[in-house]
């Protein structure tokens, strides 16, 4: 069973693909399509395949038979590198050569640019706008090492939105994150998600980003076990993962107009 909507160009497409590293199979023989707009989350247990069907589609994993497609070109073929956003599977962003946000958040603006050239006016606006889209306008030019975790993890979305991705990929994205910051986050991507880019997001937790995804896809022994609404997705999922069925509306959402709340309904505060 699939929720591929029938409008929308194929964003994700693949074909009978098999996907490992070196010449070891993860995933199988594999279908799948992605139409613009879809938020779609990617589930199974601890080895199951999940994150390496999402590096296959960055190209990070080797395809060892079928075919990937991702935009139109087949995978690690694309042009424009910026065209597609990756936020990886790792809490923090703290290096050893300190950096402040916007100088990380910047990083994510060359994958349009290419390494040698230099930020225009355009491109510091965009920075701009990713920064403030995730609630941290006020920090700026803070050093990314003082922030909290969860805010360190909203950097990394930053530094993916500010190439203005047409697909967005993120592993585990609300892992290690209080509450609080996992609500900021689901805001963000309400507002991504309506203003019409595809989500991919490979997660354990899917109640925090419930009212954001409204597909899920279940990767079980390499294999496809599950492609339908997310709703239903929990008896094909791991035990102990609770699901929670997607909110009908969201609010929208665009680089151009960066908005985020940044309290939880009914606290005082955010935490950090």
């Known amino acids: 069973m699939s929720t591929t909507p029938a409008g929308g160009a194929p964003v994700v497409e693949l074909r009978r693909a098999t996907i490992g590293y070196g010449d070891v199979a993860i995933v199988r023989d594999l279908d799948l399509t992605i139409r613009a707009g879809e938020a779609v989350a990617v589930l199974g247990s601890n080895g199951s395949g999940k994150t390496t069907l999402a590096r296959g589609l960055l190209g990070l994993a080797s395809l060892l038979d079928g075919e990937v497609q991702v935009l139109g070109a087949r995978v690690g073929g ?18 050893a050569v300190p950096a402040t946000v916007r100088e990380v958040v910047g990083v994510g603006r060359l994958a349009r640019l290419g390494l040698l050239r230099r930020l225009g006016r355009k491109d510091r606006a965009a920075v701009a706008d990713a920064v403030a889209a995730v609630g941290l306008e006020d920090r700026m030019d803070d050093p990314v090492a003082s922030l909290s975790g969860g805010q360190q993890r909203r950097v990394l979305v930053a530094r993916a939105l500010a190439a203005e991705p047409e697909l967005l990929i993120m592993d585990e994205p609300t892992a290690g994150v ?66 929670h069925p997607p909110a009908r509306e969201r609010s929208g959402y665009r680089l151009d107009q960066p908005t985020v709340t940044t309290r939880p309904r009914g606290a005082a505060h955010e935490g950090h």
């Open 178 to 243: 209080d509450a609080a910051n996992q609500q900021v986050l689901a805001g963000v991507l309400g507002r991504i998600s309506a203003s019409g880019t595809t989500l991919v997001v490979v997660t354990h937790e899917t109640a925090p980003l419930a009212d954001v995804l409204s597909r899920a896809v279940v990767v079980d022994h390499g294999r496809l076990a599950y492609d339908g609404p997310l709703a239903e997705a929990a008896r094909h999922d791991e035990p102990g993962v609770h699901h």
């Open 78 to 95: 694309l042009r424009d590198r910026g065209r597609v956003g990756y936020v990886p599977q790792r809490h923090s962003v703290s290096g």
